[in-house]
């Protein structure tokens, strides 16, 4: 098997992550559900996850940081946790499902809209277009750190230093960024960070959270059960409990913290040059098929490490099967939840057939797949 579906989830973790999971569901219980020793142990677990997780986005501490399923639970509580009728919000085409969708709800509800476009040939962002869109009264940017189809990566340094002008608040999808690209909350700019635990963190799957800067209030989307203020009819405000009712998911947070030690051990640039690597050798190839159509900024220096193509009017859903039925190679085929950007592509018929890389990808392993093309 070629695993090159590493957008979608990190099917290859560090081993001590399974290792984390696996003693986590031996020794912990609820952590803030008691005192007892297993209690605590899984109290302590979470508390330094937090504090990993605060220190790798350079947040405004652990109690800033609130756990998730997921990305697309973090986004729906960021977005509807601050934005409502009336309010003006600014987002774009390279946008996932995961944004688009609560954007819309809240546009049916009287939110007002404002879809930023790219270009054409590369997927790129129009910055111009984005930078006059950015105006006072805005109430918030929501953009993604890089494009789950194209791999284009959005300077979102620019963009937090406009949100800021025009007192907009910033809320950054980072689903295909953290743990591979630096974040740091303080100088991007960034208001609210949402992130899943599952792909570039190399956790399990269920895990994800948002960070929030120090001061800023989001409503909750769930509450209930706390630990703490049991008899208030309210859910607490204090972070950050405010975003988490019920039960967290303390295994998967074990092996999430297992794989942020992971990350802080090896180092996040070297990680993220050596998939970047992987990437561009892939690239490099089969840019030179005939047939072969190439979606992205291959320009960018630094860029996720993804590779979407077609091959003449294949169906993407077909060329992907072939690959993993074939060769073992898995890929990932259709619209990819992207729908404005397949729009913007010209690729909703067709999708397309994303390659997308891991650390613990081979040389190897990128020239099979680009030999694979060359034979299909």
């Not at 399974?18 to 912990?28: C, F, G, L, P, Y």
């Not at 937090?50 to 405004?60: A, C, K, N, Y």
């Not at 397949?342 to 891991?358: E, I, K, N, P």
Request: include cysteine; charged fraction near 20%; hydrophobic fraction near 40%.
């Amino acid at each position: 098997m070629i695993y090159l579906d590493n957008a979608a989830t990190s099917y290859y973790k560090p081993e001590a992550v399974a290792q984390a999971v696996a003693d986590a569901i031996r020794t912990m219980g609820n952590g803030s559900r008691g005192t007892h020793p297993a209690a605590l142990q899984s109290s302590r677990i979470v508390f330094e996850t937090r504090e990993l997780l605060s220190e790798l986005f350079h947040g405004d501490g652990l109690e800033q940081v609130a756990f998730t399923a997921n990305s697309t639970e973090s986004l729906n509580i960021a977005i509807k946790g601050v934005i409502g009728p009336g309010d003006r919000v600014v987002t774009t085409v390279l946008e996932h499902n995961s944004v688009l969708r609560p954007l819309y709800e809240l546009e049916r509800a009287g939110t007002e809209l404002v879809i930023v476009g790219c270009r054409e040939e590369t997927g790129s962002l129009d910055y111009d277009a984005l930078k006059q869109a950015i105006i006072p009264g805005t109430k918030a940017v929501v953009i993604t750190h890089a494009s789950n189809l194209t791999g284009n990566v959005t300077d979102i340094r620019q963009v937090g230093t406009w949100c800021r002008e025009a007192g907009a608040l910033l809320i950054v999808d980072a689903s295909q960024t953290a743990g591979v690209f630096p974040i740091n909350m303080k100088e991007d700019g960034i208001d609210i960070l949402c992130f899943t635990g599952h792909k570039g963190l190399m956790g399990p799957q269920g895990t994800g959270g948002l960070c929030v800067r120090s001061g800023l209030t989001v409503r909750p989307l769930l509450t209930g059960g706390s630990g703490i203020m049991t008899y208030s009819k309210s859910h607490p405000q204090v972070m950050p409990t405010a975003l988490e009712a019920g039960t967290l998911n303390g295994h998967g947070i074990a092996g999430l913290r297992a794989s942020l030690l992971y990350i802080k051990e090896k180092g996040i640039d070297g990680l993220r040059r050596r998939e970047q690597a992987l990437m561009r050798r892939f690239y490099a190839q089969v840019k030179e098929i005939p047939g072969i159509r190439i979606y992205g900024d291959f320009s960018q220096e630094d860029r996720a490490a993804i590779v979407a193509l077609n091959i003449g009017d294949e169906d993407s859903g077909q060329v992907s099967d072939y690959l993993a039925e074939e060769y073992g190679i898995y890929t990932r085929s259709g619209g990819h939840c992207a729908p404005l950007m397949h729009q913007a592509l010209g690729t909703v018929d067709q999708g397309a057939v994303r390659f997308s890389f891991s650390h613990f990808n081979t040389e190897e392993e990128a020239d099979r797949a680009a030999q694979a093309l060359r034979e299909y």
